[in-house]
């Protein structure tokens, strides 16, 4: 009876301490989910961020156009043409995919699943506790309990967020090469649209401004051609704010894209280094927080 | 075989377009002065044709990623449709613990009234 006790709490002590892995993994997928569908989003509002660009460029240049006349009076209303790039709504439409998988991984690895099976769990160690109380118990029904207990616990869903994990490691990795190529593009296309508004005003004779207008809305404290020249400045520097936000917005999301491939690196591993993950997702949500766009 | 990259002709015509930038007031000018309004306007127009080609290059680069959108559309939907199996099974998994729990307990029912008799 004691051997038989003994025997018990090794069982009970190997099913908890399955238990406690399992819930480990379980809670690294659910963080690595979290900051995917966390990173998903920031690439889709970079693609929005770029989106968006066709429209500013519509207006600086429909005022450039507009400014660039001697003789205005005789001159047809600006309306160039907008230019939206054309492969960017097939990319948003692959990036949204990439979210609803995050989503589903987010699911499967959920507190509520986690919490059902801990529950349905924690009823079964407790028969298994009540059984093991009695005075007599039939071999068959020692050899089962533990063994069913340890296949059907949290190991079950533990097991399928490691095989998951792997294969949204690999679909991640291919989605950043693709992110990767459209980096320098975009920045290409951001420099081009406001550098080129930026050097036409520059370029604009100072005889087009009105300095007392000028100085009403910015408040400068200077007089005439040098008040223009303040309001030039101010249009580049404006500008050149508007190209680093875009660099920055795509050089951090480059930076979370890694970190999050990084964290599934880690969740593949055995055994799987809890710190290592809580560190890079971390990391990667400050990257995230960061951003403004 | 071509041995300039998209970007490498996209950087060339993104000098011509800074060049015409640079020149851009003595150029307006320049036209006014032969033509008047309808020279500018015939002078922007090539400089926003210029802008164009530059975009259009921006879109060639685009798609040289756009072949693997299809592949990626597919695998996204075949993970996600897995993912949702695996929920299900998880789910599977409670009803299968629950019918475990109460396997026990009627086996230590039997057990219970075995010992007693």
């Known amino acids: 009876m004691k051997n038989l006790r003994t025997l018990c709490l090794l069982a009970l002590i190997a099913l908890f301490s399955h238990c406690s892995t399992s819930r480990n993994t379980v809670k690294l997928g659910n963080k690595v989910a979290q900051s995917g569908s966390a ?24 005022l450039i156009r507009l400014l660039s006349y ?49 529950a349905a769990s924690a009823a079964l160690v ?15 029904v020692q050899q089962m309990i533990p063994e069913g207990a340890a296949d059907l616990t949290l190991g079950n869903q533990a097991n399928k967020v490691r095989e998951q994990n792997e294969a949204i490691r690999k679909l991640t990795s291919a989605y950043f090469e693709v992110w990767k190529k459209d980096v320098a593009p975009f920045k290409a296309y951001a420099n081009r649209i406001y550098k080129d ?28 051609d ?20 875009v660099n920055q917005t795509l050089d951090q999301t480059t930076d979370a894209f890694q ?20 560190n890079l997702t971390n990391s990667m949500n400050n990257t995230l927080s960061k951003l403004k766009n | 075989m071509l041995s300039v990259t998209l970007q490498q002709v996209s950087d060339n015509i993104s000098k011509s377009i800074q060049d015409f930038d640079k020149h851009r007031s003595q150029l307006i000018a320049t036209a006014y002065k032969q033509g008047g309004n309808d020279a ?59 019918l475990l729990d109460k396997t026990i307990n009627i086996l230590g029912g039997i057990i219970t009234i075995a010992s007693a008799v």
């Open chain 1, 259 to 278: 970190q999050l491939i990084a964290a599934h690196n880690e969740l593949s591993q055995k055994p799987v280094s809890q710190s290592n993950i809580i």
């Open chain 1, 197 to 224: 508004y930026y050097d036409a005003v520059l370029a604009l004779p100072n005889s087009r401004f009105n300095p007392a207008a000028i100085q009403q809305y910015t408040g400068t404290p200077y007089r005439g």
């Open chain 1, 126 to 140: 407790a028969s298994y506790v009540a059984i093991t109380q009695l005075p007599a118990i039939p071999t068959s």
């Open chain 1, 226 to 245: 040098y008040n223009v020249i303040s309001y030039k400045m101010k249009v580049r520097d404006d500008a050149l704010g508007a190209i680093d936000n």
């Open chain 1, 70 to 118: 001697p003789n205005p009076a005789a001159m047809q209303l600006p309306d160039t043409r907008g230019r939206s790039l054309k492969y960017l709504p097939p990319k948003i439409a692959a990036f949204q995919s990439l979210k609803l998988v995050y989503a589903h991984y987010e699911e499967l690895s959920d507190a509520a699943s986690k919490d059902q099976i801990n």
């Open chain 2, 40 to 98: 500018v306007s015939n002078l922007l127009d090539k400089y926003d044709s210029l802008r164009n080609t530059f975009f259009d290059f921006i879109d060639l680069q685009l798609d040289a990623t756009n072949p693997q959108l299809a592949t990626l559309l597919t695998q996204a939907n075949t993970i996600t449709s897995s993912l949702d199996a695996s929920v299900k099974s998880i789910s599977n998994v409670n009803n299968a613990l629950t």
């Open chain 1, 39 to 62: 990173l998903v989003a920031q690439v889709l509002k970079s693609y929005d961020l770029i989106a968006q660009l066709s429209t500013v460029d519509k207006k600086q240049q429909d």
